[in-house]
C-alpha cells in the first residue's frame, strides 16, 4: 500500500529563517531600531508574520497598526523570499528515499499560497511533490486539520496512510486531529526551548537523516 508523507515547509523542509528575519529588522529599519540578532528572530520563524512582528516590534493581532504593519511585511518579504532561503540539508537524499520506496510526498504549510509556491519552486520542490497547501487554501489553518485532510484527498489518501512531519506544536495537533501519524523535526524552529516530548507525536528526528528511520518504523517498510 502507498504511503503520503506531508511535511510542513518552513522549519521542516525549509531553512528559511534568515530571509524571515532579515524582513523583521527591515520593519525595525523603518522604525530607527537597531537590527536585532539572527538567533534572537530566527524561533519565531515559524509563526511567520505574526511571531516576528511580536519579536521585531512588539506589536500582536489586535494593535492599531497590525494590520497594516503585516501587509508591509509580507510585501517586504516576497521582494526577497528567495535570496537565504535553502532546503536543510539532507533534504534531497530524504524526498528520493521516499519516492523510491513508491510512496508520494507534499506539503502543508500556513505560510499563505500565494508566498508558499514560488518558495517551493525555488526550492526545486515543485515537480516532485504531489500537493502544496497554504495558510490560506482552506477556510482553516493549522492546527486546524482541514488543511491536512485537504492535502490527503487531492493527492488520493485515506488519512491513516499519512503522516504528518513539521517543527511546531501545532503541526502535531493538526496531524493528529486529521488521524495522520505525527514526527517532530527537532531541528526545526518551533522546537526551540520547547518540550516537544510531550505533543505524544509518534516520533522526534533531531536532524533531517534521522526522519527515514521513523519514516520506515511507520510505513513498516
Known amino acids: 500500500m502507498s504511503k503520503l508523507v506531508l511535511f510542513d515547509l518552513d522549519g521542516t523542509l525549509a531553512d528559511s529563517a534568515p530571509d524571515l528575519a532579515a524582513t523583521a529588522n527591515l520593519a525595525r529599519e523603518r522604525r530607527g531600531l537597531p537590527p536585532l540578532p539572527y538567533l534572537e528572530l530566527r524561533p519565531y520563524s515559524t509563526q511567520g508574520a505574526r511571531g516576528l512582528l511580536k519579536a521585531g516590534?512588539?506589536?500582536?493581532?489586535?494593535?492599531?497598526?497590525?494590520?497594516?504593519?503585516?501587509q508591509q511585511f509580507l510585501n517586504d518579504y516576497e521582494q526577497r523570499m528567495g535570496e537565504l532561503t535553502t532546503l536543510f540539508e539532507g533534504v534531497h537524499e530524504l524526498l528520493d528515499r521516499i519516492q523510491s520506496h513508491g510512496f508520494r510526498w507534499g506539503i502543508v504549510t500556513n505560510k499563505l499560497e500565494y508566498l508558499a509556491r514560488p518558495v517551493v519552486e525555488h526550492l526545486g520542490l515543485a515537480t516532485g511533490t504531489a500537493v502544496v497547501v497554504g495558510g490560506d487554501t482552506t477556510p482553516h489553518a493549522k492546527p486546524h486539520p482541514a488543511p491536512l485532510l485537504h492535502a490527503a484527498n487531492q493527492a488520493g489518501f485515506h488519512p491513516g496512510q499519512c503522516i504528518y512531519i513539521g517543527d511546531d506544536q501545532r503541526d502535531i495537533l493538526a496531524g493528529k486531529a486529521a488521524g495522520m501519524a505525527t514526527l517532530v523535526a527537532a531541528y526545526g524552529y518551533g522546537t526551540v526551548n520547547a518540550p516537544y516530548p510531550t505533543w505524544e507525536a509518534d516520533g522526534i528526528a533531531e536532524n533531517v537523516p534521522d526522519l527515514w528511520p521513523l519514516i520506515q518504523r511507520w510505513a513498516g517498510v
Open 57 to 70: 516590534l512588539n506589536i500582536e493581532p489586535g494593535h492599531p497598526e497590525y494590520n497594516d504593519l503585516r
